[in-house]
């Protein structure tokens, strides 16, 4: 059980447990906060509610078992930790992707990055006591589901992204439903602005509430939103481009003003910014073409070549009994996730499961921050920061 | 594990001059160089971790300002076992640069970076936590995902993946025949 020591040591302050179970620390967050008045005073997070020893049991599965278990870290951006993981194997094994599949992966992170910023912007203004907004995000993120649904029959634990491509090809129509969506989409994000942006009360609510300067910033490893809004543009899709990004053009939106408005419109600006990226992957990728690299004994064969040819159905049963080993050596992946930098550190010994699978949360590294942007402002303040540091906390704890 | 390592690769310029500027700095601070998949990785000694960090952060050549990440692997059963490693970013050069310590079974001990970046204070709980290396002068090394009584740590590669919780055994009389 963690304690906190009070800060003060009067007898004017009082300890406060918020959490694990409260709704505005979307997951099971604790926060012992140290109260004088309503000030905060200290506030200590605890986490670990929901460790499940991911990286634990990615050491007792194959390298392609695994990418089941990224989709359950970070449970709103599953897509984002498949495309870590098979990226770092990748790296590995120093496997080629087929431009194609990097296009399709582009176009499903970014629908993923949407998507998981309207989860963000419904929570987060329903904390803040804006009812409706909540409402319209889920309308749309319902439809980045289906999408997800189509391509790969699962709306949120998708595995789609495996190790050298993608799990199948585009399903009839895909092209169709990403026009459409990308045709009422823009629309709806001005309707959100409409709501909030110059709402008085969202406004106050948001404004000069939980500062950091970007020096606090860089200092305490923050990423993400949460460091542009703070004026510093780092986004690893354009400083250390992966799977084609280079290709794409798009702005990285950045303010000055780093309090959790600014956070607010650096992630509406993305939105915008991961449509026009979804709509150039959409020119870019092709009808047809190979979906997954040609590397026998990594690669499990098409399944007509596995019920027809010999050596397909060898390299079929390798696959999937003993797995296949890349050569000893480490990688270290980042993907700019819709929370920051997603990273994921893999260390091989040569056999076919890895010697230590790490991922370097954003939610987690994020948190830590928490205490310097509440430290002295109102507990309700503290709710509007948990919330504009978005937060994860099957990430978190992983 | 050496096999990869290659103390004369021909590496890019950036890197390169990072390794030179430690090496021209304290002659002992890097006690071996490894270029693996374009990843550049230098070996420090326990000793001088703190100081090399520093190094990297404030030396005008380097300006590794971020540290985005750090854990441990464990190559139990084979001995120095753990592999302390830090993932340094240069934002404004875009270059990214990673720290590893070796470390004995016998004795897991190392100095912390809070003082350099204040970032690793979570980062060295959770390695605490899961690997059970003990970092000097942290300022709050506690436990972090795991409850404050666990014992063990099971991120080490002696501790099994099911644990050493006693597995439930069906009794006797609860059997299909016997329903």
Known sequence: MTTVETAVGQAKTMVLNM??????????????????????VKAVPDCGYLHTGIEKSCEDKTYSQAITLTDRMDY???????????????????LEVPKRAQYIRVMMVELQRISSHLVWLGTHAIDLGAMSVFLYCFRE???????????????MMTSYIRIGGVALQPPAGWRQAIERFLKYMPSRVDEYETLLTENRIWMGRTKNIGYISAEDAIALSMTGPT?????????????????????FEFDVPTRTDSDCFGRYMIRVAEMRESLKIVRQALDKITDDGAIKAEAPGIVPPAREKMKTEMEALIYHFKIFTEGFSPPAGEAFVTVESPRGELGCFIASDGSPKPLRVHFRSPSFINLQALPKLVEGQLISDVIACIGTIDIVLGEVDR | ????????????????????????????????????????????PRE????????????ASMQFNLLTDATCLDRHPYEPRFEVVYQLVCISRRDKLRLKVRLSGKDPVIDSLVPVWPGANWLEREIFDLFGIHFNEHPDLRRI??????????????YPVEGFRDIPVMPLGFTKTSI
């Open chain 1, 19 to 40: 959490g694990p179970q409260h709704p505005s620390t979307h997951g099971v967050l604790r926060i012992l906060l140290e109260l004088d008045g309503e000030t905060v």
């Open chain 1, 76 to 94: 709103l951006n599953p897509l984002g930790n498949n495309l870590v993981y098979c990226m770092a194997v990748e790296k590995l094994l120093n």
């Open chain 1, 141 to 155: 993120r319902e439809e980045i589901l289906k999408i997800f649904e189509m391509f790969a029959g699962q709306r």
């Open chain 1, 227 to 247: 460091i542009r809004a703070a004026g510093v543009a780092y986004d690893n899709r354009k400083l250390f481009p992966y799977s084609s990004y280079d290709e």
């Open chain 2, 1 to 44: 594990l050496t096999e990869n390592s290659n103390q004369n690769a021909n590496v890019v310029g950036g890197r390169l001059s990072s390794v030179e500027h430690l090496r021209a700095w304290d002659k002992n601070a890097v006690t071996e160089v490894v270029e693996y998949r374009g990843e550049t990785t230098i070996v420090v």
């Open chain 2, 48 to 59: 001088l971790l703190r100081a090399t960090a520093a190094r990297c952060r404030d030396a």
């Open chain 2, 145 to 158: 995902v795991l409850p404050d009584d666990w014992e063990g740590y099971p991120l080490r590669r002696d």
